[in-house]
Each structure stands twice: as structure tokens, then as C-alpha cells.
């Protein structure tokens, strides 16, 4: 019935709209306790996780209600819509998730990392997703280092890594530690360290994607509850947003939403003040970027401290955990032990510091004037 259908699909719309807009303004930008250069909560949750989910209660464990499929593409439009009217999202963006939303629910390639509004800016690994087989989706994945949200699967750059270590090591702290476990010792076993790319050298983060891609559902959640098991038995802090089970129903803001606008804007920014380097200064495209970003070298300086600071924080966390290394590589199994500990101890203190580094970037880049694009993450 397609009057029914239209009226049900307008009005998932309509309560996303509302839902969102009450959202937004109950934890206003404006609110006496939070300062013009913090970000509002709701737009520091995973952009997919407010396309599948009803938010009614923001960085909370059982603040969503999830959406059946299909049906959440109307409810993700309102949603996304109320981002632009209430928030600071520009209307380009907003136009885009609603057509990625809509795609990823509609159509038969939906999921394989196809995205339809890059296919003018990335016509090959666009193409490559679009008619690659489905049981090839994960491998093409790897090649391009992007999983199906469009996010990188390893880093793109290693700070505080020196070149020539193995690939054991190029991983994000988030990979599973029985994956990593389990590479370390196969390398090693076959004549490899994490100095060198000898013997059977892989990198944890392909194990993570490939069993996430292969293995039964079940068997995938049971794989991350084991390695939770091991984080906690060894101290790690596991992130709110990694609980298990309960994430269906959860509505966190992602941990690393600062860290992913620091990416946006340090991409957008240096760029401008590279262009900016080489064109003269009367060119009227000059004068276009100095009228546009007059907060560019605000926002310049500000990724130039960040990143002084966390190539500090982790060339120092590499050593601590190199110790750790050479000490059980010599046969010094007690001392190894102990700066284990030490180790995890350190990335924890790291893993807070590197929050709050990327947080205090986050507030120079609004008062830069770059707060559409610190908001604009998928």
C-alpha cells in the first residue's frame, strides 16, 4: 500500500527529527555547563550507530533502541536533517549520510564499502568495491585499508615507530591481544623479531578483519569477549564503547571522536596553508582562503603542538614496551614480567593523555573556526 508506506516512512522521518532535535537541545551547545568550544555529545556518536539506532539518552550503556533495517534509512533522514537546522553540521554532509544511509540499506551491494558519494573523488577503489564478490570484500578491504564504515583498519602512519620493525607491531592498540599473542609468537617461532620483517611476519589487525569477516556471528562475539578477558586479567582499560553484548543497545560517545577530527582538520589545514605557501598573496585565491579560515594559523599551530605531544607520548610508550621485549628475548623472564606490567601501565596513562591532547586540539579548532568540519565525521 503504498499511501501506507509514505506515511509510515514520513513519519519515521518526523520522530527522527524530533528525536534528535530534543536530543541535541538537552544537551545544548549553549548550556551554562559546557563552553562554546566543546562539541555537542551527540555529535561525537559513530554516525552509523545514529543511523541504526533510536539516541534518546547520549553517552549512556542503554541510552539506544535499534532500528530495524530498512526502515532506519526515514528515521536516519530525519535524524541527520536535525544535525544541520540544530547543530553545526554542513548541509553537505548531511546530504551525504542520508545517501549513504539509504544505500547501505536499499541496495543488493550495500555493506561491500561501496560508497556512492565517492565515486567521483575514488572511481577505482569504488568501482573495485562495487563488483568485487562478496567473499572477496575483506581481502579488497585490506588492500585498501578501509573497513566497510570507511575507517582505516590499520594506521596510516606509525609515530614513535622506528622503520624496519615488523609488522607485528603496526597494529592500533584496540586489536584483539590473542591476535597479537598469536603473531608475535609465530613470527618469532619462525626466526623473525619485532625488529625485522623475518619469518612469518603478520600484521594482528588482518587476523582481527578476517575473523570478524568469516566466522559466524556467535563466534565472533565470543572471540571479543575472550580477548576483553585478557585485557582485564592484564590490567588494560577497555573502552565504554567496546562492551559487548550490551552495544546493540548502547549509546556512547565513540572514544575517539576527537582523534578522528584531528585527522579531518589537519588534512584540511595543512593543505590551505600549503596552498596558501605557494600562491601569492594579491591572488584572489589567497584572499578567498584568508576570508574563509582566518583562523588557519590558530588551528596550524595547534596541530603542530598536538603532534609534538603525541610523538613524545609514543615514542616513550615504544621504549618502555622494547625493554619489555629485549629483556624476555635475553632469557630475563622476571624482569620481563615487571615492566609488562609497567607496559600497560604506561599505555593506559598514555591512552589518557592522548585523549586529552586531541580534546584540547578539538576546542583551538572551533575557536580556529573549523567547527563544521570537527563535527562532520562518519
Known amino acids: 500500500n503504498p499511501q501506507r508506506f509514505a506515511t509510515i516512512a514520513g513519519g519515521l522521518s518526523a520522530l527522527g527529527f ?129 573497513n566497510r564504515f570507511g575507517s582505516p583498519i590499520t594506521p596510516d602512519s606509525l609515530q614513535g615507530k622506528r622503520e624496519g620493525y615488523s609488522d607485528t607491531t603496526k597494529a592500533f592498540g584496540s586489536v584483539n591481544p590473542i591476535s597479537k599473542d598469536f603473531a608475535v609468537w609465530l613470527q618469532q617461532s619462525t626466526g623473525g623479531s619485532r625488529a625485522n620483517k623475518e619469518g612469518i611476519d603478520i600484521n594482528p589487525a588482518l587476523m582481527d578483519h578476517l575473523i570478524q569477516a568469516y566466522t559466524p556471528g556467535l563466534a565472533n562475539e565470543l572471540y571479543k569477549v575472550a580477548g576483553n578477558e585478557v585485557r582485564t586479567a592484564r590490567g588494560v582499560t577497555i573502552p565504554r564503547e567496546k562492551e559487548l553484548l550490551a552495544d546493540r543497545f548502547s549509546a556512547y560517545a565513540s572514544d575517539s571522536s576527537d582523534a578522528q577530527a584531528f585527522r579531518r582538520v589537519s588534512e584540511k589545514a595543512g593543505g590551505l596553508f600549503e596552498e596558501l605557501k605557494i600562491t601569492p598573496p594579491s591572488d584572489p585565491r589567497a584572499v578567498q582562503i584568508k576570508k574563509e579560515y582566518p583562523g588557519l594559523a590558530l588551528a596550524m599551530n595547534a596541530i603542530q603542538i598536538t603532534n609534538k605531544g603525541l610523538d613524545t607520548l609514543r615514542s616513550d610508550a615504544a621504549k618502555v614496551e622494547l625493554d619489555a621485549y629485549q629483556y624476555r628475548h635475553a632469557g630475563k623472564i622476571a624482569e620481563a614480567d615487571a615492566k609488562d606490567k609497567a607496559v600497560v601501565k604506561f599505555k593506559n596513562e598514555e591512552k589518557a593523555a592522548e585523549k586529552r591532547i586531541y580534546g584540547l586540539a578539538t576546542k583551538a579548532f572551533i575557536r580556529a573556526g573549523f567547527e563544521p568540519l570537527v563535527v562532520s565525521g562518519d
Do not use: C
Not at 533510536?54 to 542503554?62: G, Y
Not at 533522514?77 to 553537505?92: Q, R
Open 18 to 146: 524530533f528525536v534528535s532535535m530534543m536530543t541535541r537541545l538537552g544537551g545544548g551547545d549553549d548550556d551554562d555547563k559546557k563552553k562554546k568550544e566543546d562539541v555537542n555529545t551527540l555529535d561525537k556518536i559513530p554516525t552509523y550507530k545514529r543511523a541504526t539506532a533510536l539516541v534518546f539518552s547520549p553517552d549512556t550503556r542503554w541510552g539506544a533502541i535499534p532500528i530495524a533495517y530498512g526502515w532506519n534509512a526515514f528515521y536516519a533522514a530525519g535524524v541527520f536533517a536535525a544535525d544541520t537546522v540544530y547543530g553545526k553540521t554542513p548541509l553537505s554532509v548531511t546530504l551525504k549520510r542520508i545517501t549513504h544511509t539509504a544505500f547501505e540499506a536499499f541496495s543488493p551491494v550495500g555493506g561491500s564499502g561501496f560508497d556512492l558519494t565517492k565515486v567521483a573523488s575514488d572511481p577505482g577503489r569504488q568501482a573495485a568495491a562495487l563488483v568485487a564478490p562478496t567473499i572477496l570484500m575483506p581481502l579488497l578491504q585490506w588492500y585498501t585499508n578501509t
